[in-house]
């Protein structure tokens, strides 16, 4: 499930996202954003647990 804050351009998809998990709910939007942040990448990629 994709998601960012209202304020950010970065958009996560893993719910174990270290910088998405920082997000508080009443700023969290459904969807993606402009670019997928670094660390979902490396979750992706199997460099960072999932």
């Known amino acids: ?12 998809k893993f719910e174990k ?8 709910r009443d700023n969290k939007v459904s969807g993606p954003a402009k670019k997928l942040c670094e660390h979902c990448k490396d979750i992706e990629k199997g460099k960072a647990k999932r």
Do not use: F, L, P, Q
Request: include cysteine; aromatic fraction near 10%.
């Open 1 to 12: 499930m994709a998601y960012h804050s209202k304020d950010s351009k970065i958009w996560h």
């Open 17 to 24: 996202c270290v910088d998405g998990n920082n997000i508080e």
